[in-house]
């Protein structure tokens, strides 16, 4: 600990700690009380919160250790928020994952060439797909059959895309869930914006994220890139949104 404000006795009681503050602007660091008390005998007030040396930032955890050859206990403060002047507003970051899903065969965009290509069959009285035959006809291997290099696939790997966008705000938005479940666009900062979807692919927005550090809120929105045939305006929209 680098420094001391108050002094007990020849030692220094109050020792501030390592400060940082983080991509979002909130700070977060240690200070410390030192005191001369028994072992087995710790003063619980001192386990208070309130009572973490004034850094401007608030305390979130309190621990206590001791030092025997020095009979003196040693009282850790944890701080994380925000302080006038470190800003931050502005302080946004997005993040873009992509994922591989799988979709049913069905929903390919060319499956109905590949139906007829790879001898599809359908489930027994229904259109619905069943499989596809385990040999092809015409040209045939070592084995005497040509093998289907579709037999057995029910699924196909698409793209999949989540967009996130993080900040940190003084109180929850009365807003935050207006446009969740609801095809939405996605929000970027700066060079980080949300990349364009081609067809009919779209974005719906998800439910969000929200967790107290110390005197602010960290919020993140998410969004997620649909599959080829898009979100269906008829199913998420305002009316159906979380927020209606």
Known sequence: MPRASIRRGTHQE????????????VLSGSSQRHRDEDFDNPDYKYLLPSMAPPLGVPCVGVTRDYIDVQCRAI????HEGVVDPVSFEGRIWCSLEGTDNEEP???HPKFADLFKKYKGHYQPGTKRFDYFDPTLSGGVTKDGVQKNPLYGVTHFLAV????????VMRELPSNLLARVDCIDKPIGFGAMQPPSLSGRRNW?????NAAQRGNVIQVTKRWLASGRNGWNEDVYNERTAAGA
Not at 75 to 78: A, R
């Open 105 to 107: 065969i069905e929903t």
């Open 204 to 208: 719906l927005q998800l439910a969000p």
């Open 160 to 167: 999949g895309l989540i967009w996130t966008h993080t900040q």
């Open 75 to 78: 009282y850790t403060y944890t």
């Open 14 to 25: 109050i020792h501030i700690g390592q400060l940082r503050t983080d991509r979002y602007g």
